[in-house]
């Protein structure tokens, strides 16, 4: 499965991924009412992007992520939080602890599960009036946008899967259908919260991101390494080896029913 493919850049996904907008991250904090007493399950916590800061908050938290070395490389990187534990499973066979948790949070990951199996796990998982956390980040215009314009030649030439014509959307092409949450007999109270950020990337940094998606890790490796070659040149030639990426973040938020 192409979910798997994350594990064997473990390292790459750690230093290249970029980290949650802070406003995201307090906004979570204070739909969840984070603290010390909180009990939160992070599902396919990566390395930690969204795990270092919520563990911040001094709360007990509890990842289970499907890789082997991801794990190894988010508790490395949650040393410092005694209160953390990562463990290596696969969410939808993870058995649940008898003690039910406040906040089941899912980041960038979401789209991997069955929906509806992910919803009435987590129900499973939280306390009456728990929280369902899941965020989401999408590519969209903007930033240098001449570049993610000129790059689709690239993939088109590399990548027979790439639509042809293919634009960035925007952030309201973009937005998540929150229907599936509110027509969900597990969770009422469904909220959203958008965000967005841009990072700039030299060209080393920007190829980095770029081997860390599910999609290019999967690819031959002669079409990888032409469409590598493709987009540091057009980088490097039209660019002055510099692009901006803007991204956009929504947190979408759901009350467990008590039922």
Known sequence: MLRDTFDGAAERY????????????????????????????????GTGQLTVPLAEFGCRLTGVELGPSLAAVARRNLSAFPRVTVEVA???????????????????????????????KAASALRPGGRLAVVTTHHVAGGTQEFFDRMQRCYERWDPATLPGFRSPTEDESATDTGEFERSEHFDDVTVWCGAQEITYTTDEYLDVVL???????????????LLACLRELLETRHGGRVTKRYFHELITATRAAT
Request: hydrophobic share 40%.
């Open 14 to 45: 750690d230093r290249a991924r970029p980290r949650y907008p802070r406003p995201l991250v307090a906004e979570l904090a204070r739909v969840a009412d984070l603290g010390p007493d909180s009990r939160v399950l992070e599902v396919a916590p």
């Open 90 to 120: 696969d969410f939808e066979r993870w058995e649940l602890p008898d003690e039910p948790f406040d906040l089941v949070v899912v980041a960038t990951a979401f789209h991997w599960f069955d929906s509806r199996d992910f919803m009435a």
């Open 212 to 226: 860390t998606y599910s999609g290019h890790l999967a690819m031959e490796e002669p079409a990888r390494q032409g």
